[in-house]
């Protein structure tokens, strides 16, 4: 499952998702609301919730009842610190297309999910988690337009891998842009040591990738080769498990004629259900794909998020 809130205070919008995914099946809920008087602590849009416990450490993320048979009550523990990451700055003919600071969270969660009067029961044993939080200024947001040259004249790249995957030593980061044949762009990349291993950040130096498609650019499995800026290798391993959450059903990228940070009234709440998800067979879940990897690294074995912006 995925959710997200995002914040537009020049729109005056907050809006925000929530998406579920089996192998068979997306579940989409959308929510946009005014923002009333500038108050953004308030994190509530229709039956989407989100509420901060404890700053950098406990969330609780709610979906209440809705017209779409899905609901949950969850809280997410993180269980490292933090990773910060580069800030994104770029300028294309006068304008900042980007002015982008993020960093990367990992955790557990607890509590349960319904879907179609099924209880799932979640449990931090078994149920990992990440968070990304990101604030500034980037494209495609408030209005649907056509950013092909913004892309090209920011040297940005038509394509983007974003992965956050953790273990039990340690969890990665890193986000890689390129042209559509492999030419690197934009990246960055650290990894976050686990307490007990000294909890420090280290920087990547470079990333060496190989992917394993199917047809159709069907992502299977990835090795990266992870070089630190210390020397150090790690020799990580991603294997996609049988669920990818496609997050135009978040509103990346627009649906139905509207996108993020978009007026859209007082209060809008809509969803759908796609069966199958897969984009190979639904064109309307085409778009940036969050693929949910079982991780490997020397004997560890952990779980996360392997982000694409092609493919299927």
């Known amino acids: 499952m995925a959710s ?8 005056g919008v907050m809006d925000g998702f929530a ?7 997306q579940v989409n809920v959308r929510g946009s609301r005014e923002l009333v008087a500038g108050d953004r602590d308030c994190m509530t849009i229709g039956p989407i919730h989100a509420e901060i416990l404890d700053p950098k450490k406990r969330w609780r993320f709610r979906l209440e009842e809705n017209d779409y048979g899905v609901s949950y009550d969850l809280t997410y523990q993180a269980n ?5 990451t580069k800030r994104l700055i770029s300028i ?8 982008w600071s993020h960093f990367g969270h990992v ?3 607890e509590g349960w999910l319904k879907l179609d009067g099924n209880t799932i029961k979640l449990d931090p044993a078994q149920h990992w988690a990440v968070r990304d939080r990101s604030w500034g200024v980037r494209p495609g947001i408030a209005v649907i337009e056509d950013m092909t040259e913004w892309f090209k004249q920011a040297r940005w790249g038509t394509r983007h891998n974003w992965v956050c995957v953790q273990l039990e030593s340690f969890y990665l980061w890193y986000f890689q842009t390129q042209e559509t044949d492999e030419t690197p762009r934009f990246f960055d990349g650290l990894v976050r040591w686990h307490p007990s291993h000294g909890g420090q950040q280290e920087a990547v130096a470079k990333i060496v990738r190989r992917f394993d498609f199917g047809p159709e ?7 990266v080769d992870v070089h630190l800026e210390s020397g150090r290798v790690l ?11 496609h997050l135009r059903g978040a509103n990346y990228g627009g649906k139905d004629g509207a996108i993020h940070g978009m007026p859209q009234g007082p209060l809008k709440v809509v969803g759908e259900r796609w069966q199958p998800a897969d984009s190979r067979v639904t064109a309307a879940s085409m778009g940036l794909q969050d693929h949910v990897v079982e991780v490997t690294c020397a004997k560890e074995r952990g779980y996360g998020i392997c982000e694409l912006s092609y493919g299927t």
């Open 4 to 11: 997200g809130i995002g914040v537009y205070p020049n729109t």
């Open 19 to 25: 998406v579920i995914g089996t192998p068979d099946l």
């Open 80 to 84: 490292f610190e933090a990773l910060e």
């Open 92 to 99: 294309v003919e006068d304008r900042r297309v980007w002015g």
């Open 107 to 109: 955790g557990r969660v």
């Open 217 to 223: 650019e069907f992502f299977r499995e990835l090795e």
């Open 235 to 245: 020799p990580v391993k991603m294997r996609r498990l049988p669920t990818t959450t």
